[in-house]
């Protein structure tokens, strides 16, 4: 999806930092960039300094406008408060980009130094991309089964919002007061959207009312258990009064508990029942035409959405037959599986019997469930040992295993990750969801783990976010292509490393590639061929050994979040492909080490921008 510069190019999300003095020498490896070193005078060091400060504030400026952008980097500025969602505010992000822009250019970019060009050069075309973008703007689905306000709001106070003084759960009662006004300005987004004709496909509905109506289920709401809000904010005050000198008395605890009882029943209930009641009366106006073709400018809009996703200038039919060639040549890999394992029948027997053998299952019940949670966290634990043999930076933010809160688990995707807090005292998290336990085979539990954790999200990510020397909208910016692509290396380079010993968890490794290179096929099947919600899921169920319940969730993924998911195998084949030809240029000199090192040390790039790293890289080798 196409997002407001502040997103784009600050996210943590996708899923999520102090006031630092600029360090505008660049760091040995940042020096290590592609363009001519330029002369270190005088006036080369003044305008590099110049550039950094000038990055640091531009990043300030879009942070100071995003509360919540605050709480997922771990500062307390704005606690209390909500983003500003009206159009108002849009316009104002708008021209501060526009003027932005204009100083930006005031810069003599010759006289800067490579690591600060090199941020100039991403800078500017962030800045370029979110003015042209804005065209866009309402081309998204502000409320969806993948995420959105009305999910985000809970997830948010329950992940990052901690309670470490009485001021803090102030701000926690504060937030939930606002939610009604939160969502007033939600529902005029959805308004305007629908004035354009951008209204959710008829399948959203029934998922963001259920999750909707979950959230105000149980106390205060009801006579049930407590809802997940308030034993969030209760466990955290209790955990506040258990601390050495606490200044939580009885009294005040009680007083807290009244005043966000209170502010739960005044206007978090009443919020989330006007949304409900928005939706029901919308949901009436929704088709099942689930492309984005059928907007104003469709076509073209997921031209430019597949621009942004991959950084590649490929098209929409390039990247269908590249899925359809990698799905081709994945399905040979696993017949040699099948064969290793002795398996009697087709490759689509193989996979039913993958999917459908309850050795490959856990229980359902929460036994089930530990026990899946356990053994995720022993196969990162098991991987922290091997990393230094493939790789020389290593992140020193934790990482822990998680399940998806049961608010949003029957609707949230089949695992993600969130990062660490800008400080690194909040852990990264790889959420694995539970709700249905036959959609997370156990042949697939390393591949995932891999993915999510290490290898994968942690290692780029929080390295990422440790990285010295560079400006902070790169520390936390990003790149879907190259993050998402660095994913699915990271289920891959286990392999090299003695993973996947036993076949059928290959065989999960193969799966799990294959669901991405079906991407490809399925996301531009949907957006420029008109394929159906049904075509989609048919073609998932036909060509892979996933749960059928997989398909759907994927398919509607790919209708609400046009171009993303074609970012995971593009990045792949990128990375193995100029990893190869490192192999192949350097010969005995080439080190994997020094190879994951060049690509994950300047942080998230273009494809094309670290495949000149790269190729820098090896001529230096050389």
Not at 266 to 291: C, F, M, N, R, W
Not at 492 to 515: N, T, V
Request: proline fraction near 4%; hydrophobic fraction near 35%; include cysteine.
């Amino acid at each position: 999806m196409l997002k407001h510069f502040g997103t784009a190019l600050f996210t943590a999300a996708a899923l999520t930092a102090c006031n630092e003095s600029v360090e505008p020498q660049p760091t040995p490896e940042a020096k290590q960039q592609v363009e001519a070193p330029v002369e270190n005078t005088v006036d080369t060091v003044s305008e590099s300094e110049k550039a950094n400060a000038m990055y640091e504030r531009f990043f300030e400026a879009w942070v100071a406008r995003s509360p919540e952008w605050m709480s997922f980097l771990g500062r307390k500025d704005r606690a209390s408060e909500w983003d500003n969602l009206t159009e108002e505010y849009a316009n104002e992000g708008l021209e501060i980009t526009k003027q932005q822009l204009a100083e930006l250019k005031t810069i003599d970019r010759t006289k800067l130094d490579q690591p600060t060009a090199l941020s100039y050069d991403l800078l500017v075309q962030a800045l370029e991309e979110q003015i042209e973008d804005n065209r866009w703007r309402l081309y998204n689905y502000p409320v969806n089964q993948m995420f959105g306000t009305h999910s985000s709001v809970v997830s948010l106070l329950i992940n990052q919002h901690p309670i470490d003084s009485i001021k803090d759960a102030e701000d926690y009662i504060s937030r939930l007061n606002g939610v009604s006004n939160y969502f007033d300005q939600l529902i005029a987004g959805i308004e305007a959207r629908t004035a354009a004709n951008i209204v959710p496909p008829k399948f959203v509905f029934p998922h963001v009312i259920r999750d909707s109506q979950n959230i105000i289920k149980g106390a205060p709401y009801d006579d049930g258990e407590p809802s997940a809000l308030l034993a969030d904010f209760t466990g955290k005050l209790d955990k506040l009064a258990e601390k050495e000198g606490s200044e939580l008395s009885d009294e005040k605890k009680s007083e807290l508990v009244s005043a966000a009882t209170a502010a739960m029943t005044s206007s978090v209930k009443p919020a989330y029942e006007k949304l409900i009641a928005h939706l029901s009366e919308l949901e009436k106006q929704a088709t099942t035409d689930d492309g984005v073709w059928k907007w104003k400018d469709g076509d073209e809009y997921y031209n430019v959405a597949l621009k942004r996703t991959t950084t590649t200038d490929l098209t929409a039919d390039e990247i269908h037959e590249i899925g359809l060639k990698e799905v081709a040549r994945i399905h040979d890999e696993m017949r040699a599986i099948k064969e290793k394992v002795g398996f009697e029948g087709d490759l689509k027997a193989f996979m039913k019997f993958m999917r459908d053998d309850e050795q490959f299952y856990y229980t359902d019940g929460q036994a089930g469930k530990d026990r899946y949670l356990a053994e995720a966290t022993k196969l990162i634990d098991d991987m922290k040992p091997k990393l230094d043999d493939m790789f020389i930076t290593k992140p020193k933010a934790d990482l822990n295993v998680k399940a998806v809160e049961a608010f949003r688990e029957q609707s949230a995707g089949k695992a993600f990750y969130q990062r660490p807090s800008e400080d690194g005292k909040r852990p990264g998290l790889y959420y694995a969801n539970l709700y249905d336990m036959k959609a997370m085979p156990t042949y697939q539990m390393a591949a995932l783990a891999y993915h999510e954790g290490i290898p994968g999200h942690h290692m780029q990510l929080a390295i990422q976010q440790e990285l010295k020397g560079i400006p902070k909208f790169r520390k936390f910016g990003g790149y879907t292509a190259y993050i998402e692509g660095w994913g699915l290396y990271s289920e891959y380079l286990p392999k090299e490393f003695g993973a996947y010993q036993d076949p059928y968890s290959d065989f999960g490794r193969l799966a799990m590639e294959l669901w991405r290179a079906c991407r490809l096929v399925v996301d531009t099947g949907i957006h420029t061929k008109k394929w159906t919600r049904e075509e989609g899921i048919a073609y998932y169920t036909d060509n892979t050994p996933n749960a059928v319940s997989d398909g759907v969730k994927m398919v509607e993924r790919h209708i609400v979040m046009a171009s993303q998911a074609t970012a995971y195998k593009i990045g792949m084949l990128k990375i193995l492909e100029l990893r190869e030809k490192a192999r192949t240029a350097l010969g005995d000199k080439f080190d994997i080490r020094g190879f994951h090192d060049e690509v994950l040390k300047y942080g998230p790039l273009p494809l094309n921008v670290v495949e000149r790293n790269v190729d820098a890289w090896v001529t230096a080798q050389q």
